[in-house]
Each structure stands twice: as structure tokens, then as C-alpha cells.
């Protein structure tokens, strides 16, 4: 198993966000992970990725690769992260440094965690790899100069640049639009290929496309899991059939 | 004879000095009752026609007709029967006031009690929470609040832009359903502006297509869906991801 998470719960003040929520992740297994906004699918994967803030209390257990995460020392983390595994954000407007060239920022991406330094040809051949036309002038301009679609591409490939084993995506194409969403999902259905990977979203349509898994989760808890086709099709909890419904635009 | 009628319009902006033409050619009317969806890629221009229906922004060439009268001689009137509902209601509803005096914005006035508590009953908001604040709500009961603002002044006309694509799924259906069932109650006119077209068939009768800058497509949802005339509707019908 790539990734192992055991009675994990995540505490903030008197607030219970995650309650002893346990799954695993194969080797090569891509698991989705569905809920409304407050369901607690966000703060497990920001607990799996370190990044929760310091007032969070977290117990259970997270292993990648055999290595416990709970209770690593930043440090530490930070040699997994972006390396090991990484992560896709929804904005990736907030994600990528505004003031800096997307190329430059690809080329940091690997020079952190590589003594090869992002050579320009390795960065183009990664824009290229997402779908980038025309990667010479994408490595060139700053964030704020692309399109959505671009800049959610770019920041794929940042997040694979390093091959990592794991990707954690959430909700990473909730602000695009239609057409935009399905193309997105093409690249990353391609580069999570032999990887594994968590994918996070309210969107059940969206999940289908790219995790043959899923769990449900409602207020911190698993309330279902099984093979996606198979949850929308015989919903076992009231909870997920209302989130089959709304997929299917059902008023 | 339409509510509101765009006649051969085209907007032009600047951009980096330059002038840059918006959307052209646009002929567009609305009748009362009238359902409309406006889809369209980003930048295609289906804002910009919104933003003209509702005389936010005067077309460079082409007139805007208000029950067949111009804008300029139709303002206030087509004030008082249009209304909008913004996509972000973080952004549109003001930090500062109070629930009851934000839905009191399109009055003039303060709402007397039994206004508010018809209009937050309508959008099954519990009257008490006029006194809120913002903050104090939730994302769904905030654009139900909006939603609420739009219909307080008794509009013919509702234009929505993006108005559930910032709110979780299942708070998206709760609010789509307010929409479609005061829409249909109060018999109003509805322009929706949106990307998602499972949403456009739930609520409007029919839709309107906008690529670069131009209508390509504009008929009976139904027909349109079935039988797409336009590569880029074909797309968008492609991209849609229904279970």
C-alpha cells in the first residue's frame, strides 16, 4: 500500500473536523474522496499533506510508504513534499507566486528537491507533456497572462515534475469551465498514470471520470465507499444519494 | 412586444490602449416570462451581453430597447423591472449591513417587516435572520439572501450570472430549486448566465449560445441539446458530465 490512514482525526478547538476516518491507497490506485463543503475531505488531505495550521490536533495514523506522517517534523516534510508526493489546488491563481515567471517557478520545483538544475528544455518538455502548445512562450509569462485552463496545466506539471508517487488533487478543476474541466481531466488522467492518487471533490461526475474508488464522507466520517459505478448506482446512504442526485441536476 | 431587446449591439473596450470589440452583432430580445440560459466559454462575451440587457454598459453601435422605447428615454424604468443576481454573494452583499437593509437596497427604503418576511419566507430563509450580518450565514443562505434582494422590488426581469457556481452541490440544488420555483411563481423573466449546462436545462426554456463575441446558437433547450448546429455547442454538450 502506498498510503495508509488509520483512525485519523483532526481537531480544531471544540470543533471535530475528521473522526477516525481510516482507508488505503495502493500502490497505483487512484481513491476519490466525495463530500459537501464541511465534510472533512479537504482537512484529510491537508492532514495527509502537512499543511494543516498549528492550531489543528491530529491523531491516528498516516503512513506513506511504511513512514509514519503524524507527528513529522516540518522539516522532514518538507523533503516529501513536491518530491515525493504533491498536491493540485483548485485556484491555482493562489498557488503559483504571482511575481514570478511560470518556467522559473517549474525549474525551482525541481532544483528544491534535485542537484540537476531545471534545465529549460526539461521545463518545456513537462508544459508540453499537459497539453501546452506552446510552451516556449507559457514558460515565459506570469501567472496573471494565461488562461485558467493554462494555468491549472502548469500547475500539473509542477506537481509531476518530480515524479512523485502520490498526488493529492483537490477539487482541481472546480473553478474552470465545462469544456475547459474535461480537457483537464484528459492530462491528468494521463500523468496519474502508475501513480497513486487522492482526488477530492463534491462533484460525483467529476470523480467518475478519473477514480474507479470512492469514499463518501459526511461530517468528518466514511459513510459509504465501495467502486464508484457501483455507489451511484445502488446509493447505500441517504447522504450519497443526494449527491447522486445533484450530479444528475435532479431538483 | 419584448421586455427588453438588443438590436444589432456591439460593445467595445479598450485594451492596452487599444479598442477591443467585446461582442457584435448581437440581436437578442426577452419576453415576459421568457426562461434564457446564456452559455458561453470564459471571455466569450455572455457577461457583456448581460451587463447591456441591464443598461450597465451603453453599446458602441446597435440600440437597446426597453417595451420598444430606447434606453435613453427608458432608464429609470428599466430599473425599477430589472434585476441582478451576482455569482459571489461574499462580493455583492455588503460586510457592514444587516441582512434586512441589504434586502432593502433596491426599495430605497426600508423594508417594512412584513416585506421582509414575505420575501425571506419566499426564498425559505427564517425572518429572524434579517438582523444578521453576512458572515453570520452560510454560503447557500448568503445567495438565497441576493436572491432575495432581486426579487424584493417586484422586478418582470431576473438576470443571473453564475449565480450557484461558487456554492457546494448539494447547496446548489437547494438554491437552484428557490430560483426555479419563484421564477415560476411570480412569473418573471429569467436570464441565466452560465457555463454548466445540466443547470441551463433545469431552469430555462431556452439558451442562447455566445462564441467569441458573437451569438451562434439560440432555440428551444430541448432542440438545441439534441441537435447543436455549432462545433462549440457541440463541445459543451461533449463536456458535460452527467451520471
Known sequence: ?251 | MSLIEIRDGEVTYRRRGKPFVAVSDVNLAISPGDRVGIVGRSGSGKTTIARMLLGLVAPSRGEVLFRGAPLSEARDELRRSVSLVYQDPNASLDPRMRVGAIISEPLHRQATDDELRSVLGAVGLDPALARRFPHQLSGGQRQRVAIARGLVADPELLVADEPVSALDVLVRAQVLRVLRDEVATRKLALVMISHDLVIVRQLCTRVVVVDQGRIVEDGDVAQVFENPSHPYTRQLIDATLTL
Open chain 1, 1 to 251: 500500500m502506498k498510503l495508509v490512514v488509520d483512525e485519523l482525526s483532526v481537531r480544531f478547538g471544540d470543533t471535530l473536523a475528521v473522526d477516525k476516518v481510516s482507508f488505503a491507497v495502493g500502490e497505483t490506485e487512484r481513491l476519490g474522496i466525495i463530500g459537501a463543503s464541511g465534510s472533512g475531505k479537504s482537512v484529510t488531505s491537508l492532514a495527509i499533506a502537512g499543511l494543516l495550521s498549528e492550531t489543528a490536533r491530529v491523531s491516528g495514523s498516516i503512513k506513506f510508504d511504511g513512514q509514519e506522517l503524524v507527528g513529522l517534523r516540518e522539516r522532514d516534510y518538507r523533503r516529501l513534499r513536491g518530491n515525493r508526493f504533491s498536491m493540485i489546488f483548485q485556484e491555482p491563481m493562489t498557488a503559483l507566486d504571482p511575481t514570478m515567471r511560470v518556467g522559473l517557478q517549474i525549474a525551482e520545483a525541481i532544483a528544491l528537491h534535485d542537484r540537476r538544475t531545471g534545465k529549460r528544455l526539461t521545463v518545456e518538455e513537462e508544459l508540453q507533456r499537459v497539453g501546452i502548445t506552446d510552451p516556449g512562450r507559457v514558460a515565459d509569462s506570469f501567472p496573471h497572462q494565461l488562461s485558467g485552463g493554462q494555468r491549472q496545466r502548469a500547475m500539473i506539471a509542477m506537481a509531476i515534475v518530480n515524479k512523485p508517487d502520490l498526488v493529492i488533487c483537490d477539487e482541481p478543476t472546480t473553478a474552470l469551465d465545462m469544456v475547459v474541466q474535461r480537457n483537464i481531466l484528459h492530462v491528468l488522467d494521463d500523468v496519474l498514470t502508475d501513480r497513486a492518487a487522492l482526488f477530492i471533490s463534491h462533484d460525483l461526475g467529476v470523480v467518475r471520470e478519473v477514480c474507479p474508488r470512492v469514499i463518501v464522507m459526511q461530517e468528518g466520517h466514511i459513510v459509504e465507499e465501495g467502486p464508484i459505478d457501483a455507489v451511484i448506482a445502488a446509493p447505500a446512504h441517504d447522504y450519497t444519494a443526494r449527491l447522486v442526485a445533484a450530479a444528475r441536476g435532479e431538483l
